[in-house]
């Protein structure tokens, strides 16, 4: 185990709806990094947290936004939900900002869009 | 272009036997490879990092090499357990320079699939 936890575990939502995705990160990581991970796929990087402040992002349209909590317990917000959305969204802490730092995973949200 | 590609896409191999996991990579500037399992609908849990200087790395029966000049990496599995089945996944990043965070390249992944 990573110590990283996510939740919920599994999610359907429908086409158009938004929804919010959660992470606790391990213990001293003040870093928080997203992933999207369509089936069959390596995971897309989204983005990072450092600190509460947005650290880089991927190639994800405005609809996808982020938080992180003075705790460094960190949230994903997707807003107007497409099939497309449909995957496997990672969650990462590390104890450093940046992406080439050692980054432990949690299991995972399936979010599911119909 | 970063990329990395992961060879073969799917493996299946007998309970007890070994198996090499290849990848190669054309990403720059590289900070440093790494080994991942996945299990299906899991998070990704590492197994080997190396940098640029390392060869070779090895965590239980999982052993890692690392070509820098042939930018070619494998991960050999010796003994293969039922729980070996998963994904592995090999992943490449990029420095940090200049107030970039870097970057991580992600291959699709190797399905392993052991049998009894």
């Known amino acids: 185990e990573t110590g990283v936890t996510q939740s919920p575990t599994h999610l359907i939502k429908t086409r158009g709806q938004q929804v919010t995705l959660r992470c606790s990160s391990q213990s001293g990581h003040n870093t928080v990094s997203w992933y999207q991970q369509a089936l069959g796929q390596g995971p897309q990087f989204i983005f990072q947290?450092?600190?509460?402040?947005?650290?880089g992002r991927g190639n994800f349209p405005p609809r996808f936004s982020g938080l992180q909590f003075p705790n460094y317990s960190s949230e994903l917000n997707v807003n107007a939900l497409e099939l497309d959305d449909s995957a496997l969204y990672l969650c990462a802490s590390s104890l450093h900002k940046g992406l080439n730092t050692e980054a432990f995973f949690g299991q995972g949200t399936r979010l599911t869009v119909v | 272009k970063n990329q990395v590609e992961q060879s073969p896409q799917s493996l299946i191999i007998l309970e007890g036997k070994n198996c090499t996991l290849q990848c190669n990579y054309t990403v720059s500037p590289f900070s440093n490879l790494r080994w991942y399992k996945q299990d299906t609908g899991r998070g990704p849990v590492s197994l080997t990092i190396?940098?640029?200087?390392?060869n070779t790395k090895s965590n239980g029966r999982y052993t890692a090499t690392l070509d820098a000049d042939t930018k070619q990496s494998s991960l050999h599995i010796t003994a293969s357990q039922l729980s070996d089945s998963a994904s592995y996944i090999c992943?490449?990043?990029?420095?940090?320079?200049?107030?970039?965070?870097?970057?991580?390249?992600f291959g699709k992944g190797t399905k392993l699939s052991v049998k009894p």
């Open positions: 992943v490449v990043t990029t420095e940090n320079y200049g107030g970039s965070q870097g970057n991580l390249i």
């Open positions: 947290y450092y600190r509460e402040e947005e650290n």
């Open positions: 190396m940098t640029f200087s390392e």
